[in-house]
């Protein structure tokens, strides 16, 4: 298990670097940076002065291993629009994004592994059609237009809840909704069939013959096994609403990551798109990871392949 | 019961029903046996005569579509014919322990051995984990794995098909069973290992006084272990007797063409081919007439088709399911172990 960890936190650590270098490159290949921050009014020798001022006419190589290198000090240098450090800009929001993907997620996995579990524990029953039902749903709605639906209802009609800003935790409730909504039938589906296919497996009943309780049965035996294809998938939906928040952050109003990812985008705010990517790349690979060791953990024989 | 054997398992006239898309499926059609304590039945048979159902019928362990009926079902003097799934539970694991063909398969792969050979004492016997530890070690020293107390931290995947069927078995024997049924349980093992298995079966039933149900389509594992011996055809018993009786003169055609599919030692010569039953089993869909082996029997005659299936009773207990008489089979094809 030591040595599979080592192993893994090395290829992470890899995976990284590789990400940092295509992050810089692209970002790099995709305009012309200096004519962004210079403007289009701007004559040839200004554009050629900032190119000078902010290193672009360096070579690449060199460019990346200083923005590397100030990058690992927490440095990822200041936003070409509103000239603010790009840290500050993304510390001051990242708490809401972490927030509302870490209430999605959990959201997500409290629906869809109990509904699972009772669809797979009664196949084409009425449980199972109704969890159907839901995930048809979840996977047909788009996103925006079941977070407007809630708002009109929840927000407009009935007054239960505020419909912008992040202020209070009442406020986190629809967007968490809404975005872990998203992530229920995949995780919901995942959970049924791997849950059908070990309830139906040898070790299965050997628990029953030896008179365990339902409860051990499904929970201790069942589940642990069933789970672990859920978890790496968990793994990368979580990652996903961190990133892909970017539609429930603007229509609820909550200046999170993936507003400001969006704004930096429109305005080729080059610093502030490298640091998000390289951020979210790392929450990747960091979940990626975390979501292995767990698995080698739940099914021992994980670390040794 | 007029005899002193303290009888374990009764059952009498078995039957389970499948439905199936093309109509109702009988894979058991009335079987009946009882086994003693301190005795070994063995139910043998081909794929598909119905032998793992009727074990998994008397633990409850059938599929939920699957329709159980019985005569009687008399476990430890108690009818559990109508017992639910709480009241099973509390026999299986305890009263009665089950070991399965595929040890390599039947082991939660997540947990340790320890864990899966504690647990099922730890829920049935009001104790402690240290005393399940101390159990679980001894019966691993019991069947004959080396360093017990190691092994327990061990996972499934790092132990051989042998050493987890020992484990299996220990498992069944942890809290003490009165009955222990084994499914074919040295199927899916080398053939060395299979000798050194049953071996240890046969000891450890002794040792513990049980009662003892073996299932298998292996008539070498039957007579060396067996004090009874059933033979099922298609979801019927067609011979049943004490072992000696059945091996030194079979009285249905299946048990004798069963029989000389096997070498003996010392009798088969060199070179001499080895007998087959040739067809395949009947498709037990729908309603069923007559003696099901008729299309595989060297002796059938039209008079098959109409045969009720009832056995005829020799006065040593020793039972057949055929219009033939006793010696009608003989010489040609009868016994020869």
Not at chain 1, 122 to 131: K, L, M, Q, T, V
Not at chain 1, 227 to 236: G, M, N, S, Y
Request: aromatic share 8%; with cysteine; hydrophobic share 45%.
């Amino acid at each position: 298990m030591l040595a599979y960890t080592l192993k893994r936190i090395v290829v992470a650590f890899l995976i990284l670097l590789v990400v940092s270098g295509l992050t810089f490159s692209l970002s790099h290949l995709s305009a012309d940076p200096a004519l962004t921050i210079a403007g289009e009014q701007a004559s040839d020798e200004d554009i050629e002065a900032v190119r000078k001022l902010y290193g672009f006419d360096r070579p690449v190589i060199e460019q990346y291993v200083n923005w590397l290198s100030r990058a690992l000090q927490g440095d990822f240098g200041k936003s070409y629009h509103y000239k603010a450090p790009v840290v500050e800009m993304i510390s001051g929001r990242i708490g809401t994004t972490m927030t509302l993907g870490f209430l999605a997620i959990v959201f997500a996995l409290v629906i869809s592994i109990p509904l699972g579990t009772l669809a797979a524990m009664r196949p084409n029953s009425i449980i199972d059609r109704f969890a159907l039902l839901i995930a048809v749903f979840g996977q047909a709605l788009p996103t925006f237009w079941f977070a407007l639906m809630m708002i009109i209802l929840f927000g407009v009609w009935f007054r239960w809840l505020p419909i912008s800003g992040n202020t209070t935790w009442a406020h986190f409730v629809m967007p968490t909704i809404a975005l872990g909504y998203y992530a229920t039938p995949a995780l919901m589906r995942l959970t049924r069939a791997g849950m059908i296919e070990v309830l139906s497996s040898d070790y299965i009943r050997t628990a029953k013959a030896k008179g365990l309780s339902p409860v051990s049965v499904l929970f201790k035996h069942a589940l642990r096994n069933a789970i672990i294809p859920v978890v790496a998938l968990a793994a990368v939906w979580f990652g996903f609403m961190l990133g892909g928040s970017i539609v429930i952050e603007t229509i609820f109003n909550l200046k999170g990551i993936g507003w400001l990812s969006y704004d930096a985008l429109l305005r080729s705010d080059l610093p502030v798109v490298q640091a998000i990517v390289l951020i979210f790349a790392s929450f990747y690979v960091i979940l990626t990871l975390l979501s292995d060791l767990l698995n080698a953990y739940l099914d021992p024989r994980i670390s040794v392949r | 019961m007029s005899e002193k054997k303290d009888v374990v398992l009764e059952v009498d006239n078995l039957r389970i029903d499948i439905p199936v898309s093309a109509g109702l499926l009988h894979p058991v059609r009335g079987i009946s046996f009882d086994v003693s304590r301190g005795e070994t039945l063995c139910i043998v048979g081909e794929s598909g005569c119905g032998k793992s159902l009727t074990s998994l019928a008397i633990m409850g362990l059938l599929p939920k579509n699957a329709d159980r009926q019985a005569d009687r079902l008399n476990f430890l003097g108690k009818d559990i014919r109508d017992f639910d799934e709480r009241q099973m539970a509390k026999l299986r694991g305890v009263k009665m322990g089950m070991i399965f063909q595929e040890p390599m398969t039947s082991l939660n792969p997540s947990y340790t051995i320890g864990n899966q050979l504690e647990e099922v004492y730890l829920r049935h016997m009001s104790s402690n984990r240290l005393e399940a530890r101390e159990r679980a070690i001894f019966l691993l020293d019991k069947v004959g794995i080396s360093s017990a107390g190691s092994r327990l931290g061990q996972y499934p995947h790092q132990l051989s098909g042998g050493l987890r069927q020992r484990v299996m078995i220990a498992m069944a024997l942890m809290c003490g069973p009165d009955l222990i049924i084994a499914d074919e349980p040295t199927t899916a093992l080398d053939v060395t290992i299979q000798a050194q298995i049953l071996h240890l079966l046969a000891e450890l039933q002794s040792d513990f006084d049980m009662a003892m149900v073996l299932i298998t389509h292996d008539l070498g594992i039957v007579a060396r272990v067996a004090d009874k011996v059933q033979v099922m055809y298609a979801g019927r018993t067609v011979e049943e007797g004490n072992c000696e009786a059945v091996f030194d003169k079979p009285l249905h055609p299946y048990t004798s063409g069963l029989l000389r599919c096997i070498p003996v030692p010392g009798k088969t010569q060199p070179g001499e081919k080895l007998g087959t039953v040739p067809g395949v089993v009947p498709n037990l869909v729908g309603d069923l007439n007559g003696c099901m082996f008729r299309n595989r029997c060297e002796f059938a005659t039209d008079e098959c088709k109409e045969l009720a299936e009832t056995p005829t009773v020799l006065e040593n207990g020793h039972a057949y399911t055929c219009r033939l008489k006793p010696d009608e089979m003989e010489p040609s094809t009868g016994g020869r172990l």
